[in-house]
């Protein structure tokens, strides 16, 4: 993957990192409950009633691993696509999702979307990238697969479902 272009090693680096980040805090937050669960006795009394507890913070921890894995894993599947199978893509657009409730905005995410000629999509997410970063990454992509075709319309959406090779636009 060393012949990837700026935005794409950008994308992949900065997704490795938050995941070593996050697991690195994991680790030390395992370590610091383990400590206060198996510093109790089993007769110290409000310890007892929670031996659910370590089951449930194994899970949500896991959950959390599993998520930050996952967009590394996306960011690399993006960036070995791009490097070794650009002719595969057809569409690349970029996305948000804001929850707002009683206005108050509680979820604010933006992804780049990528669609393959085998209907499959490929979400990144682009927290922490501005505007003018995504839309270099986009630029970057596009530089290597110019059959593709950028924006989202819900005619683009239609197509995509139907037949993916509809949206090749012819290479230049």
Known sequence: MS????PIA??????????????????LLVLSAACVVFSFSPQEGPITRLRFAPI?????????????VVRRGRARRL???VATEPHRIVWIYKSSYTRI???????????????????????VITDGFTSAEVDALIAA??????????????????????DPQSLRRAAY
């Open 10 to 27: 950008t994308l992949v680096e900065r997704a490795s990192r938050r995941t070593r980040v996050v697991v690195a805090f994991v680790i």
């Open 141 to 162: 992509i596009y530089a290597r697969s110019p059959q593709a075709t950028i924006g989202y319309t819900p005619e683009a959406h239609a197509a995509f479902q139907r």
């Open 101 to 123: 409730v009683n206005h108050t905005t509680y979820d604010d995410s933006r992804y780049l979307q990528v669609g393959c000629d085998d209907r499959k999509m490929i979400t």
């Open 3 to 6: 012949d990837l272009t700026d």
């Open 56 to 68: 449930l913070f194994a899970y949500v921890l896991y959950r959390v691993l599993r998520g930050f």
């Open 79 to 81: 960036a070995r696509l």
